[in-house]
């Protein structure tokens, strides 16, 4: 599945399955949004069901040098 595909269940689910409030669901896919934007600097570019767990690590280093 695509990045697009992946996000747009994702919002989905939280929004039918979790109720999140708007704020919550906005806050959510923007975390998603930073791990797609992290994804992209990979190469390969990795699909969400690729990303590794040292990857997963490196993308939390990644939003900390960013300051999030």
């Known amino acids: 599945m695509s990045w ?3 996000i747009k269940e994702f919002s989905t689910y939280l929004q039918l399955e979790r109720s999140l409030s708007e ?3 906005e806050a959510y896919l923007d975390d998603v949004a930073k791990l797609r934007q992290f994804a992209e600097t990979l190469s390969p ?3 969400p069901e690729e990303m590794t767990y ?3 690590k490196d ?3 990644w ?3 960013l300051g999030v």
Do not use: G, S
């Open 4 to 6: 697009d595909d992946i």
């Open 23 to 25: 704020n919550t669901l």
């Open 45 to 47: 570019q990795p699909l």
């Open 54 to 56: 040292n990857q997963l």
């Open 59 to 61: 993308f939390v280093k």
């Open 63 to 65: 939003v900390h040098e």
